[in-house]
Nanobody
Framework: QVQLVESGGGSVQAGESLRLSCVASGRTASAYAMGWFRQAPEKEREFVAAISWAGTKTNYADSVKGRLTVSRDNAKNTVYLQMNNLKPEDTAVYYC?????????????????WGQGTQETVSS
């Protein structure tokens, strides 16, 4: 069983930056891909970014390319989501997720482990 805990959310103004972190604990195997998803009120959970275990493969939603960067530090069992030039439409609860997979899945159904989420609010 893997536990994922997100942190770093908050309230910012449009154009500002935030960095989310997600720490994994428990039995994390090799080839453990991790992803970020978000869910705004009354909307479905949507893919944001994913990264392979070695960090050599990344995947991004078109809506965040160029503004968000996913990275990981396996020595700290932590994955990060650096978010720059934030927009009000980025407001959502952000979740990290993990799965033993060599690819970088983009659908929620492909992930087994989930964090509890962290709220991010961007004001105009």
């Amino acid at each position: 069983q893997v536990q994922l805990v997100e942190s770093g959310g908050g309230s910012v103004q449009a154009g500002e930056s935030l960095r989310l972190s997600c720490v994994a604990s428990g039995r994390t195997a090799s080839a453990y891909a991790m992803g970020w998803f978000r869910q705004a009120p009354e909307k479905e959970r949507e893919f944001v970014a994913a990264i392979s275990w070695a960090g050599t493969k990344t995947n991004y939603a078109d809506s965040v390319k160029g503004r968000l960067t996913v990275s990981r530090d396996n020595a700290k069992n932590t994955v990060y989501l650096q978010m720059n030039n934030l927009k009000p439409e980025d407001t959502a609860v952000y979740y990290c997720a993990g799965v033993v997979r060599t690819t970088t899945p983009i659908t929620p159904e492909d992930y087994n482990d989930w964090g509890q989420g962290t709220q991010e609010t961007v004001s105009s």
